[in-house]
């Protein structure tokens, strides 16, 4: 329980979609909470608004925000490499720094990302961009069990702001986790007017084919066990959310997995720190477990008007770091 000379101290390792996002949920629930945020990089990038920048919505740049300007927040640069037990608190360490030890422990470090093209951080983005830019046929090429998310999302921006572009997805191959999703996405993008189907025609003078890189669980959950309703893992007060959380539960890594994930992990532990017993409530952004929650995004894939409600999300994200 949290006492005025005791506050509980939750560390947070990674300051993705999940992390940055359990942060803000869990300021909103305990007023007295010490954060300490462990992230390599010295912003958070909105990973979610790429396409949004692909489709001329944003600049790339009003994506990156820097960690610095957190005044609620602790932020250590470093990348966490090894979990440890200090005198029975849950540790990170680094290459060289740590260990640094909490009352609770919340991993959000995203999944290890495997391919030649990079559109989640700046840089792999503009460079994605630049070859859009001098492409008249743009191809995303799926055959990877578990696909890094935002293709569809990108081949929809590109349609949106270069109609006369030829832009087309072609699934030749996924894990059957993603059938539900990739077939509602199929019926969206045909309505956008990007062509989708399995096999894409062979490679031609001016087309640009993208191949969708694969995801995989970070090392740092690889061997543990999450509880798919309050994502703690076999670790007491480890909590584990994000996309390594989600390719652990069969889910496909998405954003909205991890907003739903973040704020039942911030009900789980805020509830413990103020009543001592974990207890959580269903919101709007998913379901009670991951069932539920598949069922929801199924919806949310069906009705969605893609880089609108994007530019919604991302209006409420610059809310929600303004207030960290
Ligand atoms: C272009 C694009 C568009 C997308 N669009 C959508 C969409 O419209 N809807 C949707 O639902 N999903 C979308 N997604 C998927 C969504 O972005 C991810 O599911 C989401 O970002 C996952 O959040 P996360 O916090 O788990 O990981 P990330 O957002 O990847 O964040 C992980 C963080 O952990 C840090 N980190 C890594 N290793 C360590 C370490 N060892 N120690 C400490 N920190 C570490 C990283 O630097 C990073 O800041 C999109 C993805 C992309 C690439």
């Avoid at 993705?16 to 869990?26: C, E, K, T």
């Avoid at 991951?290 to 530019?311: A, C, E, I």
């Amino acid at each position: 329980m949290q006492s005025t000379l005791n506050v509980a101290r939750v560390v947070v390792v990674g300051g993705g979609i999940a992390g940055v996002y359990f942060i803000s949920r869990l300021l909103e629930l305990v007023k007295d909470v010490e954060v300490v945020l462990v992230e390599p990089e010295d912003h958070h990038f909105f990973v979610v608004g790429v396409p949004m920048a692909f489709g001329g919505l944003v600049d790339f740049q009003e994506l990156v925000f820097p960690l610095a300007a957190l005044r609620r927040v602790r932020h250590l640069k470093f990348g966490a490499a090894a979990l440890s037990q200090e005198k029975d608190r849950p540790c990170v360490r680094g290459a060289r720094e740590g260990p640094v030890c909490g009352d609770y422990l919340v991993l959000a470090p995203g999944a290890v990302k495997l391919g030649s093209v990079n559109y989640w951080t700046l840089n792999g983005a503009l460079e994605l961009y630049r070859k859009v830019v001098s492409a008249k046929v743009i191809r995303f090429i799926v055959s990877v069990f578990t696909p890094v998310g935002g293709f569809q999302e990108l081949a929809y921006a590109i349609k949106s702001r270069f109609p006369e572009k030829e832009v087309s997805v072609h699934v030749v191959y996924a894990s059957p986790d993603y059938d539900f999703l990739l077939d509602v996405q199929a019926s969206k993008a045909r309505e956008i007017g990007v062509e989708v189907s399995r096999d894409p025609p062979e490679w031609r003078q001016g087309e640009l084919h993208v191949s969708v890189p694969a995801a995989r669980v970070h090392p740092l959950a690889a061997n543990l066990e999450v509880a798919p309703t309050t994502f703690e893992t076999d670790i007491e007060r480890v909590y584990l959310i994000g996309d390594s959380s989600l390719i652990k539960l069969d889910l496909p890594p998405v954003g909205w997995g991890a907003l739903w994930q973040a704020t039942i992990a911030a009900q789980a532990v805020a509830s413990e720190i103020l009543k001592g017993y974990v207890e959580v409530e269903v919101d709007h952004w998913g379901g009670r477990d991951k069932d539920s929650f598949r069922n929801w995004l199924t919806y949310r894939m069906t009705t969605g008007t893609p880089l609108v409600h994007l530019r919604g999300l991302y209006d409420l994200w610059k809310r929600i770091i303004k207030n960290l």
